[in-house]
C-alpha cells in the first residue's frame, strides 16, 4: 500500500531556512497531487503548498509565496518543500499528502497521509 514518509524537521530561528522530505513509494499513483500540509496546536490541518506530479503544477497558499518552494525530484519519488525566511507562525507539524480533485488545499481531497515532522520557529 501507498506509504508517505515525512524528514527534515527541526527547531529553527525565525529567519532561518528548513528541508522537507516526503519520500514515497512505487505504489503511489503516477497522476496524483502531492501537498504540505500544517496543523499547529489547536488549529485545523492547512494546505500550504501542493504539486501535480505529472505536469509540475505547483500551488501555494497564500502565507507561503515567495518563502516556500515545492517541487520534486528526477526520480519523481520524493516531494521537497523548501522553506525559507521562517516566521513563527510556521509552527506546527507538516505532514505530506497524495491524493487527486478538487481543491489542492482541502484536506477532504487526499487519500494518503504520511505521519508528520514538527517544524518549530522561534
Known amino acids: 500500500h501507498v506509504q508517505l514518509v515525512e524528514s527534515g524537521g527541526g527547531s529553527v530561528q525565525a529567519g532561518e531556512s528548513l528541508r522537507l522530505n516526503c519520500a514515497f513509494d512505487?505504489?503511489?499513483?503516477?497522476?496524483?497531487?502531492m501537498a504540505w500540509f500544517r496543523q499547529a496546536p489547536g488549529k485545523e490541518r492547512e494546505g500550504v503548498a501542493g504539486?501535480?506530479?505529472?505536469?509540475?503544477?505547483?500551488y501555494y497558499a497564500y502565507s507561503a509565496k515567495g518563502r516556500f518552494t515545492i517541487s520534486q525530484n528526477v526520480m519523481r519519488d520524493t516531494v521537497f518543500l523548501e522553506m525559507t525566511s521562517l516566521k513563527p507562525d510556521d509552527t506546527g507539524m507538516y505532514f505530506c499528502?497524495?491524493?487527486?480533485?478538487?481543491?489542492?488545499?482541502?484536506?477532504?481531497?487526499?487519500?494518503?497521509w504520511g505521519q508528520g515532522t514538527q517544524v518549530t520557529v522561534s
Open positions: 512505487a505504489y503511489t499513483p503516477a497522476n496524483v497531487r
Open positions: 499528502a497524495a491524493g487527486d480533485g478538487g481543491a489542492w488545499h482541502e484536506t477532504r481531497n487526499y487519500r494518503y
Open positions: 504539486i501535480h506530479r505529472p505536469s509540475t503544477a505547483t
